[in-house]
């Protein structure tokens, strides 16, 4: 059987660069509400302790949160990857820029999630 | 027999005067001079060359291997944009220097210097092998089973429309001068480059061909089409008028499924 990274590393370089530009349409749209949630009071009011808190504390809010994260890391990583493959070549070097921005991604990913998770359970 | 004289003092006058000779102007041209298996660096050697209005690039140089130093490494055949063998960058700019006049560059000091991206062999002549290997892996030819032409059998028809598609990029002649202006290119060496991609879009926009699948599955790799970054540059200095950069996002529009 085909191990799972193998499908992920193996994936057509079109279809990267169509959930590179998916994710950047989705960031775009999920951070612009997230900028008009910041105007539906006052600018510094909505950033008052309590009141970040409350966000966290709403399911749907808190969830478009974790999918700005998911989309930010997908579309960063995956950009940082395309400029290093830009920068030096070689077989060796390529396939650690190719591990290495997966790794990153659900590095971030995770530590992201742990901030979400615990913020929306009153943890801190 | 009678005989008609002519006063001495009637003179008869041309109707328009003779255009008096251009006086030949001294230019300076700076050549790039480099042997990788003698000298470390790239110097600068300095001409002083009699030049016309009609002057090019290509017969300053010649005229430095003719009268000066014939040791200057250049590459050129046709003399005429054809052949796409004289390519360097004048003036810090790619271009072919028998299609560029030393009068158009509006300066008494010319420039040139071999292309850019490309390893150099010596002088102004770079090596093309990485430019035609990855034309050849386009597959530059119509692919269709049924292309030869038997008894019973007709050729394809075309129309005015289907020509367009593709007419543009095949006044490509491999020059290699937009590979030069790429600024991908410059770090990316495993990139195909314009040239080759916009190839390899004028053989899938032909509708006699049927490779489009091969072609596609050959650019979309790490170092192919999606590395292009759109900066156009390739297009701004191809002296045919094929504008890879177009080439490059209508061959995207097929894997984008914007086109079919
Ligand atoms: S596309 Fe233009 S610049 Fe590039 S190789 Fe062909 S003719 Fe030369
Ligand atoms: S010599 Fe042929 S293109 Fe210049």
Request: charged share 20%; hydrophobic share 40%; aromatic share 8%.
């Amino acid at each position: 059987m085909v191990p799972e990274y193998y499908l992920v590393i193996k994936m057509k370089e079109s279809i990267i660069m169509k959930i590179h530009y998916g994710t950047a349409l989705g960031a775009v749209a999920l951070v612009a509400v997230h900028i008009l949630m910041r105007l539906s009071q006052k600018f510094s009011d909505s950033l008052q302790y309590q009141n970040v808190l409350a966000n966290y504390h709403f399911l749907p809010y808190a969830l478009m949160l974790e999918v700005i994260l998911i989309l930010l890391s997908v579309h960063g990583f995956n950009g940082l990857r395309v400029i290093l493959l830009e920068l030096k070549q070689g077989v060796a070097y390529e396939r650690a820029i190719n591990y290495g921005s997966i790794v990153a991604m659900i590095v971030l990913v995770a530590y992201g999630s742990r901030t979400i998770l615990m913020a929306g359970m009153g943890l801190s | 027999m009678a005989t008609v004289e002519v006063p001495k003092e009637q003179k008869v006058e041309p109707t328009t005067p003779a255009p008096a000779p251009s006086k030949p102007k001294t230019i300076t041209l700076r050549i790039s001079r480099f042997n990788p298996s003698e000298h470390a660096e790239t110097k600068f050697e300095e001409f002083k060359i009699p030049v016309q209005k009609w002057t090019t690039v290509l017969e300053a140089i010649l005229y430095v291997k003719q009268s000066l130093d014939h040791s200057v490494a250049v590459r050129y055949s046709c003399r005429q944009a054809s052949c796409g063998s004289c390519g360097m960058k004048i003036n810090g700019k790619p271009r072919l220097a028998c299609y560029t006049k030393v009068s158009e560059l509006e300066s008494n000091v010319i420039t040139v210097e071999p292309m850019n991206n490309f390893p150099i062999i010596r002088d102004l002549a770079v090596d093309f092998k990485q430019l035609f290997s990855t034309h050849k892996k386009m597959k530059p030819f119509i692919i269709n089973e049924e292309s030869e032409v038997q008894p019973g059998t007709k050729e394809f028809v075309q129309t005015p429309k289907d020509l367009e598609k593709f007419l543009q990029f095949s006044y490509c002649i491999k020059c290699g001068l937009c590979n030069s202006a790429c600024p991908t290119m410059a770090t990316d060496k495993s990139f195909i480059g314009p040239q080759g991609l916009a190839q390899a879009y004028r053989y899938t926009a032909d509708n006699r061909d049927q490779g489009k699948k091969d072609r596609l599955k050959i650019v979309d790799q790490s170092h192919g089409i999606w590395r292009c970054h759109f900066a156009g540059s390739c297009s701004d200095v191809c002296p045919k008028g094929v504008d890879p950069a177009m080439a490059i996002q209508l061959l995207r529009g097929y894997m984008l499924g914007f086109r079919k």
